[in-house]
């Protein structure tokens, strides 16, 4: 027992701890929160708005319009001046409208007015969005409708909230209504199932951890390499000298330029209430990476959003650059967004093994109902992270392969083993158990390794899926999971709901086995780079879907669309209307990176090369004249002339491509030729241009080099 003077001692140092806390780092002091909301509501209205945000309950006009003018006020004495709906159309990033508080009044002056109803719902212009076909340019009307468990925020003087985004005839035109829709559908059935352990949770959520990778570099290099600014990514480039060989950047220390943009980052984050725990150098030079604090995924998502674009915005403060892209370099790292996902119910994590049997086996049904649904699912989770920027990073340098399987680790993979033939598991301490229903096996929640080539991988208490890349917004590939488990989750109550309780555990032992042993090929704890998984993995019957063009088309199979009906998280007309902009949204990028290369060769690269050229040939004459000879100078003429030669010829055909390209009106056959022909076509372009500037004299180069941009002062 500890005395008065050391408990008070204690209260004290914590209270300490707390003011000094919130006076260097004022955490969600900008966010209309729940402590914000118990501060500045009544009673009634703050308890009333906790039954929707908590438990799902409908909001009336009543309550909201308490709540607007609450909102109001206090954004008004944060210094805001303005209010959006903020959501997220199919483009993937975040939109705003501004709208002030202020409203003239016909005597004069004017006052400040924010009512329920322009909080709930906002009526911004759906035409100019991405609709895959759901609403035409003169179809313009669409509405924003307040999303409650996610809280407002301000950002630079506009009050912000997040919103949901439907087209006047209520369908789905964003990212975050078919994930809020998943999430109600894995809740529901996870309830079910937990049901039949005696649990009866309020609320089952999924949690995600969104590990944001990124690039730093130069400002003023970014700004003079064209290809950066337009594409996001270098489309030409020579390897550095030195790249990550030497294995020298990771958790190496921070350059003081980069500590200082990481310190403004954290400070802004904390303010919007975003828990950025982690900060740390990559793996590649000049990359690194943020990790937050999970939370429940719908706050997890809006939350990663907002970090991008503070990430992006900051970076200029410190004369940097911030490179979202996927593979921004060649040859070296990518960056990749791993999403930690989890589901919790009141708190406690559901794939937390636990210490005890009754627990093991719920979490071992939980741990079935996702094997399962990966699995079955595999090729609608690879087109849920498919990209163009994301085909360049799947397959090398701690990325994943674009083939989908779970790493289990040795313990937990040993015991499914065991489950799947009836033998005797040892744990890692050589304890024999029985696998009867009454001994489950025990075991740890870090009880396996880290596998860094593996697409889903467990860590412990959580699934790392590490396939989606880092200018993603997660809705997709966590709505995708969150339905598949939920579909999985019904099909376990659905058989085991009319078992007597006496016979149950049974009965779910028999489920759990019989469903392992239909999806064991999909649990891979080997190197996924190996050149012989690919041929295993073929082997098993799993999808290698190698790129996005590839894998879009999952999305409007039959499976897809009755899961999506079934779940109630997407109707036809929507899967299909994703699909469509998907494949439009990836065509365009494609075009505009053959654009770039086109121009970037054309007026820029052999250009200079030309003009290299030109000198060499100019100091060779003026040698002959005076009877002298360079044999170096001759070779380097001949290589140079040659080179250029090769770039031009490459050019031609990638123009050619591109034009074709552009003429097939099929948005899924035109995909294709870009992914494979006109990619082929960039490809030998860039060789041919990164040939010549090796060999090219530093003087005449028109663009930062990769030792420039990658080792930047």
């Known amino acids: 027992m500890l005395s008065n003077d050391i408990r008070s001692f204690y209260v004290a140092l914590k209270e300490r701890n707390r003011q000094m806390s919130e006076h260097l780092h004022p955490f969600g002091s900008l966010v209309f929160d729940k402590r914000t909301m118990r501060e500045w509501l009544p009673s009634t209205t703050y308890k009333q708005l906790m039954k929707t945000i908590d438990n799902g309950e409908p909001l009336n006009l009543e309550v909201a319009q308490v709540v607007a003018h609450a909102m109001k006020e206090w954004a008004i004495q944060k210094g805001a001046t303005h209010f959006t709906h903020w959501f997220q159309p199919l483009s993937g990033v975040t939109s705003e409208k501004h709208d002030a508080f202020l409203w003239p009044q016909a005597e004069g002056g004017a006052l400040t007015r924010f009512s329920g109803s322009e909080l709930i719902q906002g009526e911004p212009d759906a035409s100019s969005f991405p609709s895959g076909g759901l609403r035409a340019t003169f179809e313009a009307r669409g509405y924003t409708a307040w999303d409650p468990t996610s809280y407002a925020f301000i950002k630079d003087e506009v009050l912000c909230i997040p919103t949901a985004f439907c087209s006047y005839n209520g369908e789905a035109l964003d990212k975050k209504t078919p994930l809020l829709r998943s999430m109600h559908a894995l809740e529901k059935q996870a309830k079910r199932v937990l049901a039949l352990f005696g649990e009866t949770p309020q609320r089952i959520l999924c949690t995600v951890g969104a590990e944001q990778e990124f690039f730093l570099i130069s400002e003023k290099d970014y700004a003079s390499r064209e290809d950066l600014v337009l594409c996001g990514r270098t489309l030409f480039g020579a390897p550095a000298c030195k790249g990550q060989e030497l294995e020298e950047h990771y958790f190496g220390a921070i350059r003081p330029t980069v500590n200082a943009f990481m310190k403004e980052l954290d400070d802004e984050l904390w303010a919007l209430g975003i828990a950025a725990h982690t900060k740390h150098n990559e793996v590649a030079p000049a990359q690194h990476e943020l990790a937050p604090v999970y939370t429940n995924a719908n706050r997890a998502i809006d939350e990663n959003l907002l970090t991008m674009e503070k990430m992006r915005l900051l970076a200029s403060h410190h004369g940097l650059a911030c490179l979202l892209h996927e593979k921004p370099f060649e040859g070296i790292n990518g960056s990749g967004k791993h999403n930690n996902w989890s589901m919790s119910a009141d708190g406690t994590n559901l794939l937390d093994p636990g210490e005890n049997p009754r627990a093991n086996l719920r979490f071992l049904v939980i741990l079935c109902a996702i094997v399962e649904a990966v699995d079955t699912y595999q090729e609608l989770l690879r087109m849920s992270i498919a990209s163009a920027g994301n085909d360049h990073r799947l397959g090398a340098h701690e990325a994943p392969p674009a083939i989908v399987s779970i790493f289990l680790g040795s313990e937990l993979g040993g015991i499914v083993d065991a489950l799947i033939h009836g033998k005797e598991f040892k744990t890692a301490g050589q304890i024999a158990m029985d696998l009867g229903v009454e001994v489950l096996p025990r075991f740890m929640k870090d009880n396996t390794d880290r596998n860094r080539t593996s697409p889903f991988a467990f860590t412990g208490n959580k699934f790392e899926f590490r396939m989606p890349g880092s200018s993603t917004n997660l809705s997709d590939a966590t709505m995708v999971l969150n339905t598949a488990v939920a579909k ?144 170096t100078d001759l070779a380097l003429a001949k290589r140079l002339a040659k080179g250029i030669d090769a770039a031009a010829a490459a050019l031609h055909d990638l123009q050619e491509k591109h034009e074709h390209a552009q003429s097939i009106e099929d948005q899924q056959e035109r995909a294709l030729y870009y992914a494979y022909d006109v990619q082929a076509a960039m490809h030998a372009l860039r060789s041919a241009i990164d040939s010549l500037e090796v060999i090219t004299s530093r003087d005449y180069w028109p663009c930062p080099s990769y030792n420039n941009l990658l080792f930047y002062v």
Not at 524 to 541: C, I, L, M, S, T
Not at 556 to 577: G, N, P, Q
Request: hydrophobic share 40%; charged share 30%; net charge neutral.
């Open 488 to 631: 999985s989750l019904k099909t376990f109550a659905d058989a085991l709901e009319g078992v007597a309780p006496d016979q149950f555990e049974q009965a779910a032992i028999s489920y759990i086995k019989s469903s392992f042993t239909t999806h064991a090929n999909i649990i891979f704890n080997g190197n996924g780079y190996a050149a012989q998984w690919e041929k295993e993995a073929q082997a098993r019957g799993l999808s290698n879907k190698k790129t996005a063009a590839d894998a879009f088309s999952a999305y409007v199979s039959d499976e897809a669309l009755k899961l999506f009906e079934e779940m109630e998280v997407l109707h036809e007309t929507e899967v299909r209307s994703r699909y469509e902009v998907k494949l439009e949204k990836y065509n365009k990028l494609l075009s505009i990176e053959c654009s770039v290369m086109e121009r970037m060769a054309q007026r820029t690269y052999i250009p200079a090369v030309d003009r290299y050229l030109g000198d060499v040939a100019r100091r060779i004459k003026n040698m002959a004249r005076i009877s002298l000879k360079c044999n």
